[in-house]
């Protein structure tokens, strides 16, 4: 099974700091890597495709990156609606797998 | 815009069968664009990919789950369906479905999620 080491495991933020969630593949997944929100209670939303699409209606603020097996998850300016669990998936092969999640909270 | 919606027992026994349903509100399940999966959430835990379906011969499940797992689709109810056999407390968990785009391997629509607690 692919491995998904997701970094930090939380973290604390204010309204308008630039976050960053880093997501390390114990192989390479090419770039089918996908990053989703989770609210408490809800269901995820994807945020990001393929390492760095931005899926439609996300804000422009959320950008995705990828550096061999290390990919990340930018918010450049923190939101209140924002303060949710991150997750990143890869689906370059089956089984998929889920990076372990980042919770922010506020500050 | 589709909306995917789980059903089924929120108490199972254990030793017995989970069985969920997924209906998809618009379109149709046979697109050749989607696959059809199910994610579960064990409670305040993180995500674990299941399995999905493409259609009645074309489908993909977690090892870990595969001796117990099965998957279909009924394209005329525009459902598809979950059975676990044999469980045990640790298949508590909130169970969602949701639509692949296999493309890039995405999901882009999930249902609300069902909670299934296994107890006796």
């Known amino acids: 099974d692919i491995l998904m080491t997701q970094s930090p495991a939380s973290l604390s933020a204010s309204v308008g700091d630039r976050v960053t969630i880093t997501c390390r593949a114990s192989?390479?997944?090419?770039?089918?890597l996908n990053w989703y929100q989770q609210m408490p209670g809800k269901a995820p939303r994807l945020l990001i495709y393929?390492?760095?699409n931005l899926q439609d209606e996300v804000p422009s603020r959320f950008s995705g990156s990828e550096s061999g097996t290390d990919f990340t998850l930018t918010i450049s300016s923190l939101q209140p609606e924002d303060f949710a669990t991150y997750y990143c998936?890869?689906?370059?092969?089956?089984?998929?797998?889920f990076g372990q999640g980042t919770k922010v909270d506020l500050k | 815009q589709v909306q995917l919606q789980e059903s089924g027992p929120g108490l199972v026994k254990p030793s017995q069968t989970l069985s969920l349903t997924c209906t998809v509100s618009?379109?149709?399940?046979?697109?050749?664009?989607?696959?059809w999966t199910w994610i579960r959430q064990h409670p305040g835990k993180g995500l674990e990919w299941m399995g999905h379906?493409?259609?009645?011969?074309?489908?993909s499940f977690n090892p870990s789950l595969k001796s117990r797992l099965t998957m279909s689709l009924d394209t005329s109810a525009r459902q598809f369906s979950l059975k676990l056999t044999s469980v045990t407390a640790a298949d508590t968990a909130v169970y969602f479905c949701?639509?692949?785009?296999?493309?890039?391997?995405?999901?882009?629509?999930w249902g609300q999620g069902a909670l299934v607690t296994v107890s006796s």
């Open positions: 949701g639509r692949v785009w296999f493309t890039y391997g995405l999901i882009d629509h």
């Open positions: 618009d379109g149709s399940i046979s697109s050749g664009a989607y696959n």
């Open positions: 379906i493409y259609d009645t011969e074309n489908s």
């Open positions: 192989q390479s997944i090419r770039r089918f």
């Open positions: 393929a390492a760095s």
């Open positions: 998936h890869q689906s370059y092969s089956t089984p998929w797998t």
